[in-house]
């Protein structure tokens, strides 16, 4: 079975490099182009078509609320209003079961926060509108998943807000996401720790022991088939994970996961939004205001978001025929 359900493109920040890796993307996926809708500004959009040196394949576009030309690399409050009119337009249409997955190109939240964007960013405005319960942000390249068990929190509020509850969580998340969307039959998921050696023992730190161990049983307990390791050392989880001997890791903390990610797929990494009645996904960097216009921008993260919702989309299409 193939799936023909739609599949929404947000452009982003029209002045960042938004429209550039969106026309790169539309390029380069000419087999899903009848299934694609991108809710964005045509004008942004066909002059970052030229900057990338590419041509804009016929695509259905539905307009977003610019009022004047942008400026690339110069944002202001016209383009922060604009974004969030992309936004508001592609989560209606998702809401509507007019879409079954959104593929957004960054916003910067400085210019939406301006714009009434109350929202830190996609993940949490997406769950609130779409009335997801438990969501979490996962960032898949060629050789690391990693899951976050927090998000956008300073360092210093981390052990304070990690709960059992909330880890264990995301490792259900994380792993019901390796077998339905990956197809990973028995995956295998490592949790690491959040102080150096996994708190060796108790004497760097009991995060490990009060809240971590719980949240592992609790995890193992609701996936019998899924084999759960922790909690690990993380400076070497990461090594690990990358050579294979882990499907998925879950992080801690924002940096603790996005560093090795980004190091190592930086290029290709995606993120994914788990726990949403849709596929979202999104290329695993910002708007890049000092490059945008400049047809410098790199493309491959955007290429591969929209590639692998594509490929989302559709194992979960035959999952449902099987049921």
Known sequence: MTSDARIGITLGDPAGIGP????????????????????GDRTPLLRAARAMGVALPPVTIVAGA???DVTPG??????????VAYLDSAIAAAAAGDVAALVTAPISKTWARRAGLTFPGHTELLAAR???PEVAMLFAGPRLRVALATVHLPLGRVAAVLTAERI?????????SLV??????????????LNPHAGEGGLLGDDEQRVVEPAIAAARAALPGITIDGPLVPDAAFRDAAAGRWDGLVAMYHDQGLIPVKLIDFEESVNVTLGLPIVRTSPDHGTAYDIAGTGKARPA??????????????????SAARR
């Open 130 to 132: 779409l009335g997801a």
């Open 66 to 68: 610019l009022d004047h």
């Open 168 to 176: 264990a969580a995301v490792v259900r998340l994380l792993g019901a």
């Open 20 to 39: 550039e890796i969106v026309a790169a993307a539309l390029a380069a996926a000419s087999d899903l182009v009848p299934r694609l809708v991108v809710y």
């Open 301 to 318: 993260s955007m290429i591969a978001a929209l590639t692998l919702a594509a490929a989302m989309v559709e194992r979960r299409a035959r």
């Open 74 to 83: 110069r944002p202001d409050d016209a383009t922060g209003r604009a974004q």
């Open 180 to 193: 339905r969307d990956f197809a990973v039959a028995a995956p295998r998921i490592g949790v690491v720790g």
